[in-house]
C-alpha cells in the first residue's frame, strides 16, 4: 500500500528497497491478547492504520480520542473512502504551499495546492533541518526569506496562514522551536514511523538532523520571539496568506502520495459533516521541494531533505496531534 510512496521517494532515500520492502507485514492487531469482547469491529477496523501512538509520539490533543461528537462506524467509513481516493482532487503547484490544517477559510475552501506541516514553512524548517548548514549567522527569518526567494526563482508559489483567533494561528510555526526540540529529543521515534511508510532514515542522516536541530536551539535569537513575525516575513516576501477559522477538528493524517493531487477537506465535511476534518499531507511534493531547495546539488544532500521534511511533518504533528491520529496513506 505505501508502494508508491516508496517509489516517489526513490531517488531520495537511497533506495533501500531490500529493507523498506518489509512493513507490509500488517501485524493484525493482537487480537488473541485483547478480549474479543471489548474490540468492536469498528475499533479493528480502525486498528488496521498505524497510529502515532504506536510509535510513543502524539503529545497533543487533537484526535478521535478525546471528541465526543464523532461516530466510529462513520470514522472508518471516512477513513476507508480517504484510502480509497475518493477525495483526491487536482492540485496547483509542485512543491508544498499550503499547510497541513485541516480547517477552511470562512467561505469553506483552501487554495488548491500541495500541503506540508506550515506550507511553505515546511521547506523551509525541513531544508534547514536536512540541509545541515553550518552557518550560524542566519536567523529563521532571513532563513524563510532566503527560501522563498529561491522557490519564486524556480517559478513556485510559496504559501503560509493564520487562524482568525490568535497571533500566530500555524501550529507548524507557533510551536517551530519545540518541533525542532522534539526531533532533538525522539529521533528515533519518528525514524521509526517514518521508516514503516518505507523510507529508511540512515544513522548518519539521523544524526546529521539531530545536530542541525541542536545546533538552532543553541543558536541565541535564531527563533524569532513573535511568532507572527515568521508569517510576515514570509508574506513580506510574497507568499499568499489564508485565514483559517475554527478550531481544529483533524480525526487523521491523510497522506497523499498521488502525484499532482491533493485532498478536498470541503467534500469530506460535506460527506461526513463539518466536524470531520483530516490533516492532508501530500508527500508526493517534497521530493520536488528537496531538489528545488538544495543549494549544493548534491543527491544526498536532497535526499537528507526530502527525509527532513518528512520528519518536520511527523514532529509537527506528534506535538499538536494525540497519538490516536491515524496515518491514512493514498497510494
Ligand atoms: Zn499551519
Known amino acids: 500500500m505505501f508502494e508508491s510512496l516508496k517509489n516517489l521517494l526513490k531517488h531520495f532515500t537511497g533506495s533501500q528497497e531490500t529493507e523498506s520492502a518489509v512493513p507490509e507485514t500488517k501485524s493484525q492487531p493482537q487480537s488473541a491478547s485483547t478480549p474479543a469482547s471489548t474490540t468492536s469491529a469498528a475499533e479493528e477496523s480502525l486498528n488496521q492504520y498505524i497510529s502515532l501512538g504506536q510509535f510513543n509520539l502524539g503529545l497533543g490533543s487533537i484526535g478521535p480520542d478525546n471528541r465526543d461528537d464523532i461516530d466510529k462506524n462513520v470514522l472508518v467509513q471516512m477513513y476507508q473512502s480517504i484510502a480509497a481516493g475518493t477525495f483526491n482532487v487536482p492540485a496547483n503547484g509542485a512543491v508544498p504551499e499550503i499547510c497541513v490544517d485541516g480547517r477552511t477559510k470562512a467561505d469553506g475552501s483552501r487554495f488548491s495546492a500541495p500541503c506540508a506541516a506550515g ?51 500555524c501550529g507548524a510555526c507557533a510551536k517551530a522551536p519545540t518541533i525542532y526540540q522534539h526531533i ?61 477559522v475554527g478550531k481544529h477538528n483533524e480525526l487523521g493524517i491523510a497522506l497523499n502520495t498521488k502525484p499532482g493531487t491533493t485532498i478536498d477537506r470541503a467534500a469530506i465535511r460535506a460527506k461526513y459533516g463539518p466536524q470531520y476534518d483530516m490533516f492532508v499531507v501530500d508527500a508526493w511534493a517534497f521530493g520536488n521541494a528537496a531538489k528545488d531547495i538544495n543549494a549544493s546539488g548534491s543527491d544526498d544532500d536532497a535526499q537528507r531533505i526530502a ?25
Open 119 to 169: 506550507g511553505t514553512l515546511s521547506i523551509v524548517y525541513g531544508g534547514d533541518l536536512g540541509g545541515g548548514s553550518a552557518a550560524g549567522d542566519v536567523n529563521e527569518l532571513q532563513l524563510t526569506t532566503q527560501a522563498i526567494n529561491t522557490l519564486k526563482s524556480k517559478g513556485h508559489s510559496t504559501g503560509v496562514h493564520g487562524d482568525d483567533h490568535g497571533p500566530c494561528g
Open 184 to 244: 532533538s529529543e525522539r529521533i528515533n521515534d519518528i525514524a521509526a514511523l517514518v521508516g514503516k511508510l518505507g523510507i529508511d532514515v540512515t544513522e548518519s542522516e539521523k544524526g546529521s538532523i539531530v545536530q542541525q536541530a541542536k545546533n538552532r536551539l543553541g543558536q541565541a535569537g535564531f527563533f524569532a520571539e513573535d511568532r507572527a513575525a515568521v508569517l510576515q516575513a514570509a508574506q513580506e516576501c510574497g507568499a499568499l496568506y489564508e485565514e483559517l
Open 307 to 331: 527525509k527532513a521534511i518528512t520528519i518536520q511533518n511527523v514532529a509537527t504533528a506528534s506535538i499538536l496531534g494525540h497519538g490516536s491520529l491515524r496515518i491514512i496513506p493514498i497510494a
